[in-house]
């Protein structure tokens, strides 16, 4: 029986990822090793006893008398914090989801990866924080590492085959999030709940923010680059509002592979899942009689600054992914806390990246995931006090 680890097993993925255990046998099928989650120890209790998991894990010490209380009785481990988390990722597993939302998810994966097994990578920001780092990591061990995004799932079928070599460009596309429509000029008023009413994606709140803001597709080309391989030069992106491309690669020969699909994510993840094998998945048939059209528009970078980052960061590569992503998130936070508006977010982090730049170590390649974690950390202090200069101009 496959032995199976799911970190963030609460969230979007980590939920979808389990309903598609459920329709593929339970815990008949599968023997769940290790499900963790943030602070929410009711629903975990609840899915380590369907399950039947070895242990269940929150991130938060303080949560940890209510996850022994609701396991009582079940002979269920329960353990808290970031220590457990990583024991937890010590007990072997062949497949493991990386789930966790940010920069937090880099550590437990990474740490998974000494199995030589799979780890299905949801945590894009793993990729984007110490992509050579992983990528060796698994390498070193024998393990291999699925993509889950949809995009990247979408570039690896469209490979499946194919010599390397004779790629030209990688096109990923972007919904452009629920803003997507409205004028450059309001963007800078769009409020948390505008923001969230993504159109196509039903996906956890702070992907679905970044998806509007673009700094979801911003980390997704970095992602892209690291995991293909590919130059930055060699990765277009382009706003499709219907979703249903996927993402395309281009060959030499003029040839375009589009992977198209429902917006469902549990496509990808049971991709992953199923693995070289395709089953049965529930996502919706796409019917082109009944399509409509599928249309496209540039990806303006003046609209996304977050792009233009992006680029910013693939040339200056080292540890400045982590520092991106770093700032990102605590922009992030402050918008979602009401601090900081929508279109302040890509100034914090851009002040960030220009201060860190300053002071010198930002193109440094990490030589351990303490160099990344140590960037993380600067990152977001120099962050928070940007974001607070940035709420103190906008309250004058
Ligand atoms: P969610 O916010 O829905 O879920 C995040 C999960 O991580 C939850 O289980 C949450 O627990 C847990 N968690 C939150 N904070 C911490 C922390 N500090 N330490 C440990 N665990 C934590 O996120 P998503 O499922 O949407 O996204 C997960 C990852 O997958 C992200 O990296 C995202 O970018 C990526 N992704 C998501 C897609 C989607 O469709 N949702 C698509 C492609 C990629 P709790 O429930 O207790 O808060």
Redesign the pocket.
């Known amino acids: 029986m496959r032995r199976i680890s799911i970190f ?7 939920l979808q990822t389990l309903d598609l255990m459920r329709r593929q046998g339970g815990p008949a099928a599968f023997h769940t090793v290790a499900l ?5 120890v009711a ?2 209790a609840a899915l380590a006893r369907e399950f039947r998991a070895e242990i269940a894990v929150t ?1 938060d010490e303080t949560c940890l008398p209510a996850l022994r209380a609701a396991l009582a009785g079940s002979g269920i481990e329960a353990a808290a914090g970031a220590g457990a ?1 990583l024991e937890a990722a010590d007990r072997p597993a062949d497949w493991i989801m990386s ?4 920069a ?2 880099l550590a437990p994966g990474f740490r998974a990866l000494r199995h030589g097994g799979t780890l299905a990578l ?4 793993s990729l984007v924080t110490a992509g050579p780092l992983l990528l060796a990591e698994a390498a070193r061990h024998g393990a291999r590492i699925l993509p ?3 995009e990247h799932s979408a570039i690896f079928q469209a490979l499946v085959g194919e010599d390397i070599t004779a790629l030209e460009r990688i096109i990923l596309t972007a919904s452009g999030g629920a803003l997507r429509d409205w004028p450059l000029e309001r963007l800078a008023t769009a409020t948390v709940s505008e923001a969230l009413a993504h159109p196509n ?1 039903s ?5 679905t923010i970044d998806s509007a803001s673009m700094f ?1 597709k911003a980390l997704e080309v970095i992602e892209t680059r690291e995991y293909f391989g590919v130059e930055p030069g060699q990765i277009e992106v382009i706003v499709h509002p219907e979703s249903l491309i996927h993402s395309m690669v281009a060959f030499r020969d003029g040839a375009i592979m589009a992977h198209l699909g429902a917006p469902d ?1 549990r496509h990808a993840i049971g991709y992953a899942l199923n693995w070289p094998q395709r089953a049965e998945l529930p996502v919706a048939r796409l019917d082109f009689t009944t399509l409509g059209s599928l249309t496209f528009r540039p990806a303006c970078e003046t609209r996304y600054p977050a792009l233009r980052l992006a680029r910013e960061v693939m040339a200056t590569r080292g540890l400045s992914g982590a520092a991106f992503n770093a700032a990102k998130e605590i922009a992030l936070d402050h918008f979602i806390g009401g601090s900081l508006g929508f279109a302040d977010m890509a100034g914090v982090v851009e002040a960030t990246l220009a201060v860190l730049s300053g002071q010198g170590g930002l193109g440094n390649a990490a030589k351990a995931l303490d160099d990344v974690l140590a960037m993380d950390v600067g990152a977001r202090i120099e962050a928070a006090r940007q974001a607070t200069a940035f709420a103190t101009r906008r309250a004058g």
């Open positions: 963030g097993a609460t969230g979007s993925i980590g963790t989650a943030g602070r929410n629903e975990l991130a988390l789930a966790i939302v940010g937090a998810g949801a945590n894009k920001e889950v995004d949809s994606w996906m956890g709140q702070r992907i979801n994510m």
